[in-house]
């Protein structure tokens, strides 16, 4: 049981490039979501989805872009990356149950833009 | 002001300290309070979890949660240099998808 997979763990971009982060996770959750943490700010939710098909903007979502084809795979594309979308992004799922929604996080994406 | 604030530290303390980690928050809609531990260069993973107020006890780690003063805590006995981590909270409304993070407090055990 893999959990929550990311790839790539590192990248560097230039700016003006486009690159798509991959996140895939094998518990069958109906929610995903993408962070991005930055020293200093916390995890700040870009996108998330509550199933295949549903997909809807979190706290800053502005140059990027999400899909959820299939319940395993929730990809985040830069459109054009800037310096400021340097960081680090975790992809995150949870099973959706009454209750706490703990999530399962991946293990991240180091992103630098020059 | 953020719906949950947390100090970002860095909490230095020598092993086999009693560690205080807080939390206060604004929104009395909260139900559900976690507490994640982040090693370096690694993900958010669950340490313990709390529906409404109380204690909950796990080992050396205890969560507590105050509901009439929103505030939360997460105390470690005998802490050991394994420990060494960023500790974030967060909260949750009953049945919502979305927690509210805290920025975390980064914790260091020295020997």
């Known amino acids: 049981n893999a959990g929550v997979t990311q790839t790539p763990k590192f990248q560097v971009l230039k700016t003006g490039q486009s690159m798509t982060l991959q996140c895939a996770q094998d518990?069958?959750?109906?929610?995903m979501s993408w962070y991005r943490q930055d020293p200093g700010m916390g995890l700040r939710l870009i996108h998330y989805s509550v199933g295949a098909g549903i997909t809807d903007q979190g706290e800053v979502p502005n140059g990027y872009n999400v899909s959820r084809s299939t319940t395993e795979d929730f990809p985040l594309r830069l459109l054009s990356a800037a310096p400021s979308q340097t960081s680090v992004y975790f992809c995150?799922?949870?099973?959706?149950?009454?209750?706490?929604?703990?999530?399962?996080f991946g293990a991240g994406s180091r992103l630098t833009v020059l | 002001q953020k719906e949950v604030e947390q100090d970002p530290g860095p909490l230095s303390v020598p092993e086999g300290a009693i560690v205080s980690l807080n939390c206060t928050y604004s929104n009395s809609a909260f139900q559900y309070f976690m507490w994640y531990r982040q090693y370096s260069r690694k993900g958010p993973e669950l340490l313990m979890y709390?529906?409404?107020?109380g204690n909950k006890e796990d080992g050396r780690f205890t969560a507590q949660v105050d509901k009439s003063s929103k505030y939360i805590s997460l105390f470690i006995r005998d802490s050991q240099p394994s420990d060494s981590a960023t500790y974030l909270c967060a909260m949750s409304e009953g049945g919502s998808y979305i927690p509210t993070f805290g920025r975390g407090t980064s914790l260091i055990v020295h020997p």
């Open positions: 709390t529906y409404s107020s």
């Open positions: 995150a799922s949870t099973e959706g149950a009454e209750g706490a929604n703990v999530l399962t």
């Open positions: 518990m069958n959750h109906e929610y």
